[in-house]
DNA sequence: CAGTATAGTGACCGGTCGGTCGCCTGTCAA
DNA sequence: TTGACAGGCGACCGACCGGTCACTATACTG
């Protein structure tokens, strides 16, 4: 029961600031979207900024456990249509993610107030799809199903656009299935500059 | 006199709503930062909302006089060599121009609050550029400068890696001697990519 | 020179904020 | 059975918030 608690009250946690901010949100509100009392919040954390700082630990575990591992990278595409669908599962999944979806707004409003925030704010932007494909790139380079490059700068051209276009669907959620459709415009743009065409094997 | 306040409260309200959000700011420490006292502040403002719309005005009005119109498009470059430094310039104004460094930073935390804010971050962060870069593209391959391919995927494919590296350097700005190598880096890569070898005239 | 806006001030207001306190209830171990 | 304790509650607190108001000083205008 009471460990439950703790965990809805982050989880509102994370609905309230990923929507208004931490400072635009309220103990009131935000205990009784989940039927308690305000003082009850107090039971479980010290103190707002409290919640805040359980709040980003979990964040960023979460990322170190589903992202920083490299056991937890995907296998490396035999085909550039593979590639193409990789991407394209990846990106669907992350858009429609509630949690993840939540966390990057979250991240967008306080990375400029909280060092935290903004470290993680640039691993969820920046550096986390491009050391992924970084390693991706480089393995299908090897498999010659990419062109001889620098793996890091291709993987940094291929993932901000998408990285754009996912940034886009937060903010407009009603643009997602034109912003899919050019991120797959995108990717197989990219495998036509790229790519290298296989020959079938008799 | 008069009207000098009222643009010095909206520096201020731009100065603090960058980097504490609309909700974190409080109108005593705005005014106090102009020395003034809070009531003048209901001399020029309807109340701490207004001030919010009139930043906003402002905002969107400067976005369309500076981007918005054809007139103030760069001309087509006449090398590739003249695509890289009209983009290290670009890049250069608007990572060191304090105000549109603050109006991102700003886009970036209320986005998600205010729909003209939303509206603003789409040009600030992805469509500005993108058109941009689409008319110069277009123009560049009429010259013969660069590959025959889609302006629009190519300037797109262009401008979100940039666009990503600016946001970089919001987020943190001791990265920026690194992140404006970066683009460099890319946009070189990308003109070895796409960019048409010109034979020299005799 | 008198009259009237304009811009600025400090005292004040009601409401809301984060946070505390005493109290109650259910659980569970000694 | 009882006593300690965890979890939940409403009442309350001081601080701070956005906003108002009566008042003043200055500058412009008939």
């Given at each position: 029961m009471a460990n439950d608690t703790k965990e809805r009250i982050l989880a509102a946690a994370l609905d309230q600031f990923s929507q208004k901010g931490y400072a635009g949100t309220n103990i009131r509100e935000l205990t009784a979207s989940q039927?308690?009392?305000?003082?009850?919040m107090y039971k479980h954390f010290k103190s707002k900024e409290d919640i805040w700082n359980a709040l980003l630990d979990k964040m960023i575990a979460y990322y170190a456990l589903r992202f920083g591992s490299p056991d937890h990278l995907p296998p490396i595409p035999d085909s550039t249509d593979e590639l193409l669908s990789l991407t394209m599962r990846m990106v669907s999944f992350t858009v429609h993610d509630e949690k993840i979806i939540k966390t990057r707004k979250l991240l967008s409003i306080e990375q400029f107030r909280d060092e935290r925030a903004r470290d993680l704010a640039t691993k969820h932007f920046l550096t986390g799809l491009t050391d992924m494909f970084s390693h991706i790139f480089a393995g299908m380079m090897e498999k010659s199903?990419?062109?001889?490059?620098?793996p890091k700068i291709l993987a940094f051209a291929y993932t901000a656009p998408i990285s754009a276009l996912i940034h886009l669907c937060d903010r407009e959620p009603e643009k997602q299935q034109t912003a899919m459709a050019q991120i797959e415009a995108f990717s197989r743009h990219f495998i036509k500059t790229y790519g290298i065409q296989q020959v079938s094997p008799m």
């Open positions: 039927g308690l009392a305000k003082s009850s199903l990419l062109r001889e490059d620098d």
